[in-house]
C-alpha cells in the first residue's frame, strides 16, 4: 500500500494492515508551476481587496468536513478585533455559501470565488493561507502549495496537516473545530508578520525536500524496483 502520509499509514494500521507493507510517499506540488513571481498588486486588484486591508484565503472545495463554517466563524471574530481584513474562500460550491456569509454580517469583508484555475495567482495575493478541517485530510495540497510559494500558513491538526505544519516553525495549529482557537492564531500570524514569514521559508524548505513531484517520481521508482526484484 502506497499511502499519502504517516496519517494515514497510522490509520490502516489501526485498521489491521501489517505496517511493513505500508510505504509513505508525500503527495506533491509542481515547484515551477508555484513559483512566487506572481504580481500579488494585480491580483489583489482584481478580487477588490481594499488597500492596507489584509487578505486570509482558504482553498477547498465546499464540504462540512472541510471546515468552512469554522473558518467564516473565525473570520467574525477576527474582524470584530481588526476591521482592516478580508477574507476569501475559493473551490468547488464555496459560492454557494452567500446567504450564510450574509446572514453572518460578513458580505462586505468575505469574498466567494467558488471554482478557479488561477490557484498560484490566488495564493500570491494572501498574507495568510488557512486549513481549517475537522476530519479526513491525508496531505493538504494548499499547505503544501502555499508553503512554496512562501505564503505563511494555519491549519487544524487533523491528519497530515500535522506533518506539514509544525507548530512553531513551519506555521501554526490550531484545535479542529475551534473557530475561537483559530481566530486567535489568523490575528497572531497577521501581527507577527516577520516571524510567520521566516515559518514559511522553514515550510518551503520541507516541501522542496519531501513534497515535489520529482522526489515523488523518484521514490515510487525505487519502491517499484525494489517489489519487482
Known amino acids: 500500500f502506497?499511502?499519502?502520509?504517516?496519517?494515514v499509514r497510522d490509520f490502516l494500521t489501526r485498521g489491521g494492515v501489517n505496517p511493513r507493507k505500508i510505504e509513505v510517499i508525500y503527495s506533491a506540488v509542481n515547484p515551477s508551476r508555484?513559483?512566487?513571481?506572481?504580481?500579488?498588486?494585480?491580483i489583489r486588484h482584481s478580487l477588490k481587496i481594499a488597500d492596507g486591508h489584509m487578505l486570509v484565503g482558504k482553498i477547498a472545495n465546499y464540504s462540512k468536513w472541510k471546515?468552512?463554517?469554522i473558518f467564516l466563524e473565525a473570520a467574525r471574530i477576527c474582524l470584530s478585533k481588526n476591521p482592516k481584513l478580508e477574507f476569501v474562500l475559493i473551490g468547488h460550491g464555496t459560492d454557494t455559501l452567500a446567504d450564510r456569509v450574509k446572514e453572518m454580517g460578513l458580505a462586505s469583508s468575505v469574498h466567494l470565488l467558488g471554482f478557479r484555475k488561477d490557484v498560484?495567482?490566488?495564493?500570491?495575493?494572501?498574507?495568510?493561507s488557512v486549513n481549517s478541517a475537522i476530519e479526513g485530510e491525508g496531505l493538504a495540497g494548499t499547505l503544501r502549495e502555499s508553503l512554496m510559494m512562501g505564503v505563511p500558513v494555519v491549519a487544524s491538526d487533523v491528519s497530515g496537516n500535522c506533518e506539514i505544519v509544525k507548530d512553531g516553525e513551519t506555521g501554526l495549529i490550531c484545535r479542529a473545530?475551534?473557530?475561537?482557537?483559530?481566530?486567535?492564531?489568523?490575528?497572531?500570524?497577521?501581527?507577527?508578520?516577520?516571524q510567520m514569514?521566516?515559518?514559511?521559508?522553514?515550510?518551503?524548505k520541507w516541501v522542496l525536500e519531501n513534497a515535489t513531484v520529482d522526489k515523488m517520481a523518484a521514490v515510487h521508482f525505487e519502491l517499484y524496483k525494489q517489489v519487482s526484484a
Do not use: W
Open 2 to 7: 502506497v499511502v499519502v502520509s504517516c496519517s
Open 67 to 69: 471546515g468552512q463554517h
Open 197 to 204: 514569514k521566516q515559518m514559511a521559508q522553514s515550510g518551503r
Open 34 to 42: 508555484f513559483a512566487a513571481a506572481v504580481n500579488r498588486t494585480d
Open 120 to 128: 498560484p495567482e490566488i495564493i500570491s495575493a494572501l498574507d495568510l
Open 177 to 194: 473545530g475551534d473557530a475561537a482557537g483559530l481566530a486567535e492564531k489568523i490575528l497572531y500570524a497577521l501581527e507577527n508578520v516577520p
